[in-house]
């Protein structure tokens, strides 16, 4: 294991995410204060409560997934695409490193880099409402686990669009609507039963239904429902990426 | 550029006689490459690179250069056949097989946003190798990038982008370095200055790769020197004996009186007329003629005596690099 390569490049990552530190951080908490105006103090005046839950309390899981996912997605799909876009990547393919250390490097920043913008939310989010997390310890896993999962997805992306536009597709026509769709804002069994149906096939679901479930008890699928769904994106992501290393798809003429 | 300070380590004393024939460092057997889009860009190679010695590999744009020093340092997969890398095979035992190998790239890329500093300190990483700062620095003032270590990428010249490229593959203290076009848009006092570099890397150990459309470069750089066109190499061979070897020389004679035509008593060499029959031009091969052309320069001069033909002066001209390579290529086509 040549663990100082992975150090470098997962250091190398981070420096360069320090140096945009403002978009990196300062960005993502206004839009989820907006969030907190908007569905928070105007919507949420009308709804009372959700299953117990103020309204305002009731979305903070939901936002943090909603940011958990989509800075995951685009983060690690930049740190990738970038290089091949440069044309710097020659280094990497050429240094004595297994494909395995090249994601731990690249995913494990881009990882880690989304959970601390997961945890700066729940700071931000404390700031408007009263929050309480009954199961912290799966809270976190909840998160990490979110995190590496999409951020592998982010990779698969990075390595697969060969232009900006196609590097901002997916996220934009599937990652978006599914976030939005997935019970961020509302609690499943608020939509109609034909629409509650449809809902379940949105795997998005599972994971804000779990990561509420961590912090309010409530869920609107079982919890182990939404373990299951997260080992299978996490299984099948890992699976791909190991397809694309073999075959050197778009990497490796 | 300093000259006490090498750049690269341990040095180890490099056999001058190729008679002894070590090992060699890389060896190439069978390699071909098909691109996805059909086209056939290397067709079985075998080549040896030996130990320490300077490389030079020529040939016109699009031979398939860069495609096989990308396949050995494993940016390229090869569709056949295989590389070993100091008896580590380049596919199979990638880790070691690359860990002794720096690549200069021949296309010029830059983390735009980063320092020198950095970027150059980044490589060293990658190739699994502890921080070393006083080796980085040595390597900087090599390639007098030390003032330009603080400066971002994005704010260098070409040629000094370039010398950051060099500097990043000499950053993990590799024994043998690629270099592919290593001197295009770099200018001629900086280019002297990169082969010093090249120079002082051979005397510690260094085995160098390079690829250059500067015939003048290979001629004055390169121990031996390797044509590929086509994806084929078409020739290896020392360069001092290429370039005895291979070069046609010309014999020209300027003649007293300008004649009209051959004489016939003069048809069985392959005598040409120039500027209006004042110059008359012999050429020959100094490969066939080998060790015996004195023996037949002297008879043709004997025979032009006799045929009455009064010369004010002679001189010869053996071809360069350049003419040897062009006729190469141009015969394949
Ligand atoms: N990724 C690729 N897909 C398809 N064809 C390619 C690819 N890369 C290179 N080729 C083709 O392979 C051939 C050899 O290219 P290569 O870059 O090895 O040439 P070269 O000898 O380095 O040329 P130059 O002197 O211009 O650098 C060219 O015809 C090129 O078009
Ligand atoms: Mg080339």
Redesign the interface.
Known sequence: M?L??V???YF?EM??AG?TLLQSLISPVISTSLYFVVFGAAIGSRIQEVEGVSYGAFIVPGLIMLMLLTQSVSNASFGIFF?KF???I?????????YFEIVLGYVGAAASKSAILGLVILGTANFFVDLHIQHPFMMLLFLLLTAITFSLLGFIIGIWADSFEKLQLVPLLIITPLTFLGGSFYAIDMLPPFWQAVTLANPVVYLVSGFRWSFYGISDVSVVASLVMIGVFLAVSLAVISWIFRT?YRL?? | MSHETPIAPEPTPRTETPAARPSPVIAISGLSKR??SGFSALKQIDLEIQRGEIFALLGPNGAGKTTLISII?????ATGGSVTVDGHDSVTD??????K?G?V?Q?L?????ETVW?TVR??R??????PNDTHIERVLKALSLWDKRKNKLITLSGGMKRRVLIA?ALAHEPEILFLDEPTAGVDVELRRDMWEVVRELRNSGVTIILTTHYIEEAEEMADRIGVINGGEIVLVREKATLMRQLGSKQLTLHLQTPLASVPPALAHYPLTLAENGNVLVYTYDASEAGDSDHVSISALINEIEAAGIRFKDLHTKQSSLEDIFVNLVRERQ
Do not use: H, M, W
């Not at chain 1, 020659?90 to 297994?98: G, M, R």
């Open positions: 040549n100082q390569a150090r470098s490049i190398f420096a360069r140096r290089p440069t044309g710097t020659y280094e990497v393919l050429s240094a004595p490193i297994s050197g490796r003429p | 691109y996805d340092c494993g940016l390229v997969n990638y880790r070691a097989a690359r860990a190998i690549l790239p296309e890329t830059s983390d735009a946003f950095n980044f490589s990483g990658l190739f699994g190798k502890a990043k």
